[in-house]
């Protein structure tokens, strides 16, 4: 965490050696202009299409171009298992990190109870 927190906080530009500090290494993408870095269990790789900024808000559009998972973060049916991979997200409202927890519902199934 330390380390992605200080990658997303530095600027590349005025720390050129800001891998090196952290410890970790990165390849160049194949499929976009972006580091990856090495030994993620899961890479997402995006191209831009638009910034759209409303007042406060802002929102990025992209398009997937690869994805690439290590197979130990996979499940039997071969799919990613989110439990295996540890994720953590950003919260800003208090400027904070937090763990993903426990699966609380289906996508696409939850609201299903009001079309009866």
Known sequence: MKEIDFLGTVSGYRVPDK????????????????????????????????????GNFTAVLARVVNMAADETVLGADGKIDTGKIGMIFYESFSNSYYKLGEKVGQAWSEGKVFLK
């Open 19 to 54: 891998f090196e500090r952290t410890g970790l290494k990165a390849v160049k993408s194949k499929f976009v202009d972006a580091p990856i870095i090495v030994g993620s269990p899961v890479v997402i790789e995006c191209e831009l299409i638009e910034f759209i900024e409303k």
